[in-house]
């Protein structure tokens, strides 16, 4: 026996040692784990931060510079060292400042040089004010004017006065814009409905026929009353119209010009520099939710994204809906019927191979056969009138339900994989203790399997939600606009409209930050968009999550 | 009694020294040796000449044994001797594994089991089984009680009550759950969750009831008690149990047959089988100085 067999197990060197025992693998493991969460939380945590910021107010600072003109503005970034100043030969950084007040300067950013400034303050009564066209305003109130006159004079009586008045201007403009969208809305419908009827009289009878004089008669009646109507609602936002009219603030800007902004045109305004944290936290809070529930202005770059949420929760629920049943009939078929074969290992590595598919190539198909091929048809066989009349597709043109449909088809992969792991962990003896029962093939899968293995279909869905939620690229050619205020479901008859086109988060995040002409302005807007996308589907998995484990706690057994 | 004597001609007489087991071992074919007792007792199932194949190998040897009505009948052997496959083949489980095939018959109260008319799930609604390991189902103690009763599509409240509060007491398990029907049956312990699984098969009045090594997985205590269980069960049920465990069939069991390799090596009253065995190597197997 050789000296080598003999040595004592123990004796080797420490090096080898340490690998044997594993201890570099615990490293190597929990290191990478740790690089991981730390790139996510990161990102997250930079996302949150950058958008949770946008809406607090911050103080308006007077710039004067050494040249004698003055700007009013937010510091809104600074650079500090030496690339700010190779041009220039200036030490020392440079700040940029947020002018606004972009029809009468021409700029709403203006880059200033430390060096240049000669003096900087706070100023007491600055005001910004969001303002419904033509960007933020900043300026010293002078005085509130109803009807050309003078009400409050100087910046306490005027501010004092506008905080009085301004919140019922602000409830008369909404309610003209709601009479204008809905009702109106309503009428301009029945006015189509109404044409449409006639053209497809014609369609279906002839140009000649009794069904067509009454249907164009029918059209008339409903001229007629639409016009009455119209003519009230007229009255009704004059009126409202007329009384907001009346109210106008006037404004010194920082180089004394006067400006006079309509009470109306002023969404919102606060004087930073006076606020307190509460005054600070009220505005915060107020212009969150403003962003929550108002419409967009401004090329999206302003006010709300409600559309763009109330779109993005919609589609994702729909897709959803329509991907669960497909996905887990679909692995059912496979796992528990198909007998194992060549083929069916074919089948089930295509549709692996279908989840890494390029997203747009989902959309292409979206576009060719759901708008156009199955939209078309439908078109062509209940909404001929509108076709022939308007020129204008219902169905044949991008929408939710073709767009919640192309995402259920991109999700469909992660369902069936899911599902079929899902059913594959049910154990066996489930099964043969329900056919020992005498539970025929169906019942046993109906009760016996499906609800065990609904914690991990739930999973699957889990996955494809957060995917089809966040996927841009198939959406913008199948439904997804830029501006879409009717939503796709809403209270009008019959409630939901699968075939509107709608506004999506995502597109949005696009749209804002790579498409706006005012681009330095639009920049929070995307981190704030991208933090609601972020906050909005990991509250729809948490509520998935929420379900599965309630389901857990039924369905699956404890080790015992 | 008609078609298991045709099996049952007197086997070629072996020379009495040759070890059976080694027999069946090298390929031989060796009868059985089924005492006159079982043959006397009226059989509640039949099973006639039974061949069964996995694939090429074949896992039955032309198995011919009646199992006595309203009696435990304890299957015993070393493992992979065909004993659960047997019992698997009673109720047609077997259909479910691909490439299994047979030949022979199995005749439930005179119904051939194997008759391509036979309705395997009407098959199994007549007979109850309970496996190895527990495998209650993930839903409430009350409802896997009923669970054949509600696939049938029984949706009378009265009928369900009374058929679950008679088969856990039959399960004697009634006094334990009572209070807790309606919660899941997964927060039981392994034993009472045998008996559950128990309550479950008599639920639909079987008329054989097949244990599969009920008490494999379970500790003393709750082997002892549903060893008792099946003691009870005697005499009320038709039982055909595959056990390991020599003192339970001893204790349990009316009757025993011992199987080897495929293949029934010898059938009779339990205490005949214990104390005089016909064969030497039943007597070995059963004293535990072989297997």
């Known amino acids: 026996m050789s000296f080598s067999r003999r040595r004592r197990r123990g004796v080797r060197s420490p090096f080898s040692n340490l690998i044997a025992q594993g201890e570099p693998w615990v490293w190597l493991t929990a290191g990478s784990l740790a690089v991981a969460s730390l790139m996510i939380a990161g990102l997250l945590v930079f996302i949150a931060v950058r958008g949770a910021a946008t809406f607090w107010p911050r103080p308006l600072v007077e710039v004067c510079l050494t040249g004698g003109q003055c700007l009013l503005g937010e510091v809104t970034d600074r650079e500090r060292g030496e690339e700010a100043t190779v041009g220039s030969g200036q030490t020392g950084g440079s700040q940029l400042i947020r002018t606004a007040n972009f ?381 879409a205020l009717d939503l796709p479901i809403d209270g009008s008859f019959p409630f939901i409209h699968p075939e509107r086109e709608f506004m999506h988060l995502a597109y949005l995040i696009y749209d804002v930050g790579f498409q706006s002409p005012n681009s330095q302005a639009a920049q929070p807007m995307v981190f704030t968009i991208t933090f609601l996308l972020v906050t909005i589907i990991a509250l729809l998995n948490i509520a998935a999550i929420f379900i599965r484990s309630r389901l857990k706690r039924r369905y699956v057994m404890q080790q015992f | 009694m008609t078609g298991a004597d045709d099996t049952r001609q007197p086997a070629p007489p072996l020379p009495a020294t040759t070890d059976r087991l080694q027999a069946v071992a090298s390929g031989l074919n060796v009868p059985s040796e089924v005492h006159e007792k079982v043959l006397e007792e009226t059989p509640v199932l039949e099973i006639d000449r039974f061949n069964l194949w996995y694939g090429t190998k074949q896992a039955l040897h032309g198995i011919s044994m009646p199992i006595p009505h309203n009696q435990v009948t304890a299957l015993v052997g070393p493992s992979g001797c065909g004993k659960s496959t047997l019992l698997r083949s009673v109720n047609r489980l077997n259909d479910l594994v691909q490439s299994v095939q047979i030949t022979g018959d199995m005749r439930l109260n005179g119904d051939s089991i194997y008759d ?86 008599i639920a639909a009045e079987p008329e054989v009831l097949l244990l599969d090594e009920p008490c494999s997985a379970l500790d003393p205590i709750a082997t002892g008690k549903v060893e008792d269980l099946i003691q009870e069960l005697r005499g009320r049920y038709s039982v055909l149990m595959v056990t390991h465990n020599m003192q339970q069939a001893s204790r349990a069991s009316d009757y025993t047959a011992f199987m080897y390799l495929g293949r029934l090596i010898e059938y009779g009253p339990t205490s005949d089988i214990f104390t005089k065995p016909m064969l030497k190597e039943t007597e070995s197997y059963v004293t535990g100085r072989f297997g």
Not at chain 2, 127 to 138: A, D, E, I, L, T
């Open chain 1, 103 to 483: 029809e009468l300067t021409g700029e709403h950013f203006r880059w200033v040089d430390d060096a240049a400034v000669e003096s900087t303050k706070r100023p007491e009564w600055a005001t910004a004010v969001e303002r419904l066209e033509g960007g933020r305003f900043h300026g010293y109130p002078l005085r509130l004017l109803r009807s050309g006159e003078t009400v409050a004079e100087g910046p306490a009586a005027a501010w004092d006065e506008y905080r009085r008045i301004h919140p019922e201007v602000r409830r008369r403009y909404a309610r003209a814009v709601w009479i204008d969208r809905h009702q109106r809305g309503e009428l301009q419908r029945e006015l189509r409905a109404a044409r449409l009827a006639v053209a497809s009289a014609r369609l279906e009878a002839g140009a000649e026929s009794d069904l067509v004089a009454a249907a164009k008669a029918a059209e008339q009646e409903v001229i007629a009353r639409v016009a009455e109507q119209s003519r009230e609602l007229d009255v009704m936002t004059n009126q409202l119209r007329d009384a907001n009219r009346e109210w106008s603030f006037e404004f010194r800007t920082v180089d004394d010009q006067l400006v006079t902004l309509p009470l109306e045109e002023m969404v919102q305004a606060w004087q930073p520099n006076r606020l307190g944290l509460f005054g600070k936290l009220s505005v915060y809070g107020s212009r969150w939710w403003e962003f929550l529930s108002d419409d967009p202005r401004e090329a999206n770059s302003a006010g709300g994204v409600f559309p763009a949420i109330w779109g993005t929760v919609a589609m994702t629920l729909i897709m959803a809906l329509l991907v669960a049943p497909f996905g887990v009939l679909a692995a059912l078929y496979l796992r528990e019927y198909a007998s194992s074969g060549p083929l069916t290992s074919i089948v089930r590595i295509a549709i692996n191979n279908l989840a890494g598919v390029p997203s747009i190539v989902y959309g292409a198909f979206g576009l060719g056969f759901f708008c156009y091929g199955l939209g078309g048809n439908i078109d062509d066989i209940f909404f001929r009138a509108s076709l022939v009349a308007d020129n204008q597709p219902t169905f044949g043109t991008g929408g939710l339900l073709w767009a919640a449909l192309t995402l259920a088809l991109l999700t469909l992969p992660v369902v069936i994989v899911a599902t079929e792991e899902a059913l594959a962990a049910v154990p066996n003896s489930m099964r043969e203790g329900s056919y020992a029962c005498g539970a025929s093939k169906w019942q046993t899968i109906r009760r016996i399997v499906l609800p065990r293995a609904l914690p991990g279909i739930m999973t699957g869905l889990i996955l494809a939600m957060a995917r089809g939620a966040g996927e841009v690229a198939p959406l913008m050619l199948v439904g997804v606009k830029k501006l």
């Open chain 2, 116 to 201: 391509p008319r036979m309705d395997v799930i009407d098959l199994r609604k007549r007979m109850g089984m309970v496996f190895q390991k527990p495998n209650p189902f993930p839903m409430s103690i009350y409802e896997n009680v009923v669970y054949s009763l509600r696939i049938d599509g029984e949706r009378n409240r009265g009928v369900l009550d009374e058929v679950c509060e008679l088969s856990l007491r039959g399960a004697a398990l009634w006094d334990e759950v009572k209070d807790r029907l309606h919660d899941s049956a997964l927060g039981l312990s392994g034993g009472q969750q045998q008996r559950l699984c128990i309550a479950r098969a």
